[in-house]
């Protein structure tokens, strides 16, 4: 892992109530959970690799 996110207080709390809620979605089974954000994170990294890409070449080309 190459970034290191900080979060205060309040953001802290925004984000156990949003995973609480997401834990919650999948019938408080935590793993279930935790695999479907990797999954959707993967998804959301690929669309974000690809958009790169595309910026790159009509930089570069």
Avoid at 17 to 40: C, N, Q, S, Y
Wanted: aromatic fraction near 2%; charge should be positive.
């Amino acid at each position: 892992m190459d970034h290191i996110v900080r979060l205060d207080s309040r953001q802290e709390a925004a984000l156990q109530a949003t995973a609480d809620k997401f834990i919650a979605l999948h019938k408080g089974d935590p793993v279930k959970a935790l695999k479907e954000m990797i999954v959707l994170n993967g998804h959301l990294q690929q669309r974000l690799d690809a958009l790169s890409g595309s910026r790159q070449k009509s930089v570069h080309g």
